[in-house]
T-cell receptor
Framework: GNSVTQMEGPVTLSEEAFLTINCTYT??????LFWYVQYPGEGLQLLLK?????DKGSNKGFEATYRKETTSFHLEKGSVQVSDSAVYFC????????????FGSGTRLLVRP | EPEVTQTPSHQVTQMGQEVILRCVPI?????FYWYRQILGQKVEFLVS????????KSEIFDDQFSVERPDGSNFTLKIRSTKLEDSAMYFC?????????????FGDGTRLSIL
């Protein structure tokens, strides 16, 4: 079946550190891939997306590249800020299944000043 | 920017009671979804809705659950007889119509607490 695996959290970094959150997926065909972010007390916000192999999604300094050969979609940011503290969810969706999102378990990021 | 709105933000209900969670999707969207997130667990798909009917549902979405779009604006999730294990955050989402890979936009969720 389709699934998403994320690295366990929490991830604790100092401000301006480099961030990587690993995400790998299992899916038939060619899913679209997403990163969503959930700030404390809020809903899920789309951070970035990629719809085909080798696409790079980017937003607010975050990037992720759709790697079909390694079935990965790792999230990176060169210099994190305290305001980036949140839970990050990797997700996939396939057009032949109502485009429902299948989420990973989420990774909590804590950035310290 | 248009957004998905959910009400109430927090609902407390006695076990066995019916509860209706309400959502107003983005106005020109045609695909609607409900998800839930039990505390500390991953976000799980419940149901998708298109063209006034359910297009897909998960194993979680049993006979106690139903969805409705009663007036072309609201999208509701009803739980007929709530159980303790229904306590969770429930998220509504909607998606635009242009292409299949348009992302889903989420509301801020309704926290449902069953006592």
């Amino acid at each position: 079946g389709n699934s998403v695996t994320q690295m366990e959290g929490p991830v604790t970094l100092s401000e301006e550190a480099f961030l990587t959150i690993n995400c790998t997926y299992t899916a038939t065909g060619y899913p679209s891939l997403f990163w969503y972010v959930q700030y404390p007390g809020e809903g899920l916000q789309l951070l970035l997306k990629a719809t085909k192999a080798d696409d790079k999604g980017s937003n607010k300094g975050f990037e992720a590249t759709y790697r079909k050969e390694t079935t990965s979609f790792h999230l990176e940011k060169g210099s994190v800020q305290v305001s980036d503290s949140a839970v990050y969810f990797c997700a996939l969706a396939r057009m032949d299944s109502s485009y429902k999102l299948i989420f990973g378990s989420g990774t909590r990021l804590l950035v310290r000043p | 920017e248009p957004e998905v709105t959910q009400t109430p933000s927090h609902q407390v209900t006695q076990m066995g009671q019916e509860v209706i969670l309400r959502c107003v999707p983005i106005s020109n969207h045609l695909y609607f979804y409900w998800y839930r997130q039990i505390l500390g667990q991953k976000v799980e798909f419940l149901v998708s809705f298109y063209n006034n009917e359910i297009s897909e549902k998960s194993e979680i979405f049993d006979d106690q659950f139903s969805v409705e779009r009663p007036d072309g604006s609201n999208f509701t999730l009803k739980i007929r007889s709530t159980k303790l294990e229904d306590s969770a955050m429930y998220f509504c989402a909607s998606r635009g119509r242009t292409t299949g890979n348009q992302p889903q936009h989420f509301g801020d969720g309704t926290r449902l607490s069953i006592l």
